[in-house]
């Protein structure tokens, strides 16, 4: 049975879709089968798995879907009996659709990038997991190599008493590139820092997996 995942945060342009695609390529080259579901309207994810049937053999096999919202709960059950993870990209703002794969999966993953706006603005998302009982576990998302903003955001994260994964994934133009190309970091530059750090987030995210 699958271990199934939203990526969530109803602020816009946090990363949902870049962690999502990036942290399933990186568990399909580690073997695992993986489902990435797009539930976005906004398509993101079509798209980098349009431009993934010309990658080749640098893309591993992963199986894609985008289903629309009231389908999600069927599409995710189905998946969840023939893979060992599944992904679930969601939208900005509506909360309906972002509801309804919440509910289907086991675990919330909250991009938040380390600035006092995105962890004010997280205070929607994390009440929608608590309101459908679902656990929630935070990456911090285009850390700057400097500065304490990181620590200071990790700290009021910690205060809350909520769960700060720690992997956190840098600033790096890489993951802009490899987008393009329907590849993940892992896949486009597997020695790169973003690769790595991509690699440690599946890693200590598979850990949070119910037993
Ligand atoms: N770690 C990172 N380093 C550099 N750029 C990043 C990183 N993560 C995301 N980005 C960039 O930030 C932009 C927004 O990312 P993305 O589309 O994944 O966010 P999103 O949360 O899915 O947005 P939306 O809410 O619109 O769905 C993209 O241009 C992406 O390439
Ligand atoms: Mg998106």
Known sequence: MAFVVAVAQRKGGVGKSTLAANLAAAFAGL?????????????????????????????????FEAPAGWRVPATCDKLRRSHDIVLLDTPPHDDTDARIAIRAADLVLV?????????????????????????VAVALNRVPAQGKLAGEVAEALREKGLRLIDAPIG????????????????????RSLAADEVRALALALRSLAPR
Do not use: I, M, Y
């Open 111 to 135: 991009p938040l990038q380390p600035s006092p706006a995105d962890l004010w603005a997280t205070g929607a998302t994390l009440d929608l997991a608590k309101a459908e009982k679902r656990p």
């Open 171 to 190: 600033n790096r133009s890489g993951f802009a590139t490899a987008f393009a190309a329907g590849l993940g970091v892992t896949e486009a530059a597997p």
């Open 31 to 63: 073997g695992e089968r993986v489902a990435l579901l797009d539930t976005d309207p906004q398509k993101t994810l079509s798209h980098w798995h349009a431009a993934r049937g010309k990658a080749g053999s640098r893309a591993s096999v992963l199986d």
